[in-house]
């Protein structure tokens, strides 16, 4: 069985006393005896221990102003060097003290390219002062049972060159951070038969940093001020301290973090495990953040956590501490406003309680080219989760918008089990129609959120909506039945028909997949089919001309990567059944443009300067969009010998072809000059 604490520090003190008392005896013994008879002196004690520092089989020699002191084993807290060895090339024993100068220290074999010196005074006080090659200096000064180690600027990267090799967890520390800093300061530790042992810490850390090698841990020009007192209980320790980070900032993947905090917190160390009673947190937008803690030392495992932050300003913490979290790669496109009041418990290192209260909050994304983008707020109510058990939580939201879309008030209700959540129906009214959520259910995974809901769009208005989209007003509704919504980590699927009533007959998307919605590289794929859609309605919408008829569309594989078109099979043709079908000499032009300069014989353009309408038979027109280029071709069974291609094909009196002759067409060149066309409403002229 162990010996109380109390014992040990008594046997320490008494050793202390034994040692000196060797030391001086020898001296006397030396001073009294004639010159020349005594040039040699061999001292032999056994171990000295405490608490804090111990050394086994402790020997002093000394011969013709020499000594040599070696030590077979040092332990100091947790850790211990064996074979050591203090060389004195100027060494004196007196009645008062022993004195060793000039010396070298080894470990191991190994000589330390350090300069020491050591005094042990007739009164129990003893000194070892280190003096390395930079100038920095660590003394350790021994009285009266106690110990005192005082640093100055000394630089812990050299301390390490020093002694690496002499400690695998140091070596790899240092190995895997490369940490560089100057510490100022002292530790005490004290100990006599009538008190309990105590410790005191006051040092200053300062021109310090850090970097592991893949750059996802850093630090630079860190000062750090900590300071703290312990006291010996019978089967602990209790302490108490403050940590104040004065300067610098760090990376600790994937948050960012400057100087500003402060940690004042008191607690107990028994039986390996760090108990931290009581903390208080400094930190800027943060009224009040208290927290308690068991920590295992030897593994650093975090055995129960608990913080609860009170007043804390969203404005303030989103940036710095949510968004890198729940979004990393988005994180400089996320706002937050408003206040927050939370509590986080964990539990053997896992998440065991979250609590939070809203108030006034709002949070959105601003869109990758610095406009639209989502947003929702004021946000009010609370949200609970306990792990092994089922909670409740409630949103009350004013609002909202998604790119230009005004999203209004509704309310959220979903219970929550372990990592799944169960969302209650919901309507969100958005502009004169309403997104409705039939069912929702998600669960998080290792990969992120995945899970299965139905949705549906009624009724929005087309005017209302273009509007809102700065796009060329349209008649018509949107409406969708969404009946198998999947969600997977980054990823949307709608299995169902999302249906546009436009421009007197339909539009249908199906196959709707949307990846990283809110991400720089967001992703969409669909296959769209449009029925008889009228082509007067359509070309008086864009200020293309005029054209009487109705046309099908088919625009399959459909890829747009952050909302622009990368990728589609896309074809227009005349919509079977009888109808009038005219078009206007403009509406010619502008079709002819898009098969390339020359598309119309020179018998033909002669009829433009007669007639301001011609008859067609069918129009047609395909493009295979790939790598920004456009392949494109005509009315089916239209190639010429020529290698032209028919556009339109010309029927009744007067008729009229427009045919096309270039069919690799730059897309984004062709956009723009559309568009010129639309807004300046003059011809284009593609080369």
């Not at 994937?254 to 400094?282: C, F, K, M, N």
Request: hydrophobic fraction near 45%; charged fraction near 20%.
């Amino acid at each position: 069985m162990s010996s109380p604490p109390e014992l040990s520090r008594r046997g320490t003190v008494c050793r202390g006393r034994l040692l000196i008392l060797f030391l001086l005896s020898a001296a006397v013994l030396w001073s009294l005896a004639p010159a020349a008879a005594v040039d040699r002196l061999a001292l032999r004690l056994g171990d000295l221990a405490s608490p804090m520092l111990a050394l086994q089989r402790l020997s002093l020699e000394y011969e013709s102003g020499a000594a040599v002191l070696r030590v077979d084993r040092l332990r100091l807290g947790q850790r211990q060097w064996r074979d050591l060895a203090l060389r004195c090339s100027h060494a004196t024993l007196t009645f008062d003290a022993v004195h060793c100068g000039a010396a070298r220290l080894s470990v191991a074999g190994r000589v330390l390219p350090l300069v020491a010196e050591l005094e042990l005074a007739g009164d129990g006080r003893g000194e070892l002062g280190l003096t390395f090659a930079d100038g920095g200096r660590l003394g350790l000064t021994f009285e009266g049972g106690g110990l005192r180690a005082r640093a100055d600027r000394l630089a812990l990267d050299k301390l390490h060159a020093v002694l690496a090799g002499l400690d695998a967890d140091i070596d790899t520390l240092f190995e895997r951070f490369r940490p560089v800093a100057t510490l100022d300061g002292e530790l005490r530790w004290g100990a006599d038969g009538n008190s309990p042992a105590r410790v005191s810490i006051d040092v200053r850390l300062f021109d310090a940093g850090f970097g592991s090698a893949d750059g996802l841990q850093a630090g630079e020009s860190l000062e750090l001020a900590i300071s703290g007192t312990a006291r010996a209980l019978d089967d602990g320790w209790a302490w108490q301290g403050e940590v104040e980070w004065r300067h610098g900032a760090a990376y600790l993947h994937p948050l960012y973090l400057e100087a500003g905090p402060s940690v004042r917190a008191q607690g107990r160390l028994q039986g390996g495990v760090v108990v931290v009673e009581r903390g208080e947190v400094a930190l800027e937008g943060v009224g009040r953040l208290d927290a308690s803690a068991r920590v295992e030392l030897d593994t650093a495992a975090v055995l129960e956590l608990e913080l609860e932050l009170t007043n804390a300003d969203l404005g303030v913490l989103g940036p710095r501490w949510i968004a890198p979290l729940i979004a990393p790669a988005s994180a400089d496109r996320m706002y937050f406003g408003g206040q927050l009041d939370g509590l986080l418990r964990l539990q053997d290192g896992e998440l065991a309680q979250i609590d939070a209260r809203l108030e006034g909050a709002g949070f959105g994304f601003v869109g990758a080219a610095g406009g639209g983008g989502f947003a929702l707020g004021p946000v009010g109510g609370t949200l609970a989760w306990q792990a092994g058990a089922s909670t409740s939580s409630r949103l009350r939201i004013g609002g909202g918008q998604w790119e230009r879309i005004a999203l209004g008030s509704f309310e959220l209700e979903a219970s929550l089990y372990g990592r799944s959540l169960s969302l209650a129906p919901a309507r969100l009214p958005v502009l004169d129609g309403a997104l409705v959520i039939e069912h929702l259910t998600l669960a998080h995974t290792d990969a992120g959120w995945q899970g299965v809901g139905g949705v549906v769009i009624e009724p929005v208005s087309m005017p209302l909506l273009t509007e809102a989209l700065e796009m060329p007003r349209m008649g018509g509704v949107l409406a969708a039945s969404l009946p198998d919504v999947r969600v997977s980590p980054g990823e949307i699927t709608l299995n169902g028909a999302l249906v546009v009533s436009v421009f007197g007959g339909y539009l249908q998307a199906t196959g709707l997949r949307l990846v990283e919605p809110f991400g720089v590289a967001s992703h969409l794929s669909a296959d769209i089919e449009g029925r008889r859609l009228d082509l007067s309605q359509l070309t008086d919408t864009f200020s293309f001309g005029s054209v009487t008829g109705f046309v099908d569309l088919s625009l399959a594989g459909l890829e747009l990567v952050r909302w622009r078109p990368v990728a589609f099979d896309a074809r227009i043709s005349s919509s079977p059944g009888r109808y009038p079908r005219r078009i206007s000499q403009r509406a010619v032009q502008n079709i002819s443009a898009l098969g390339g300069g020359g598309a119309m014989a020179a018998v033909q353009r002669s009829l433009l300067g007669i007639f301001d309408t011609f008859g067609y038979r069918e129009l047609g027109l395909t493009c295979r969009l790939r790598a920004g280029v456009c392949m494109m071709d005509g009315v089916e069974g239209g190639a010429r010998a020529d290698g032209g291609f028919v556009i339109v094909r010309g029927g009744g009196v007067p008729a009229l072809d427009v045919i096309g002759y270039n069919r690799r067409v730059n897309w984004n060149e062709l956009v723009e000059r559309l568009q010129r066309v639309m807004a300046d409403n003059v011809s284009p002229e593609l080369r």
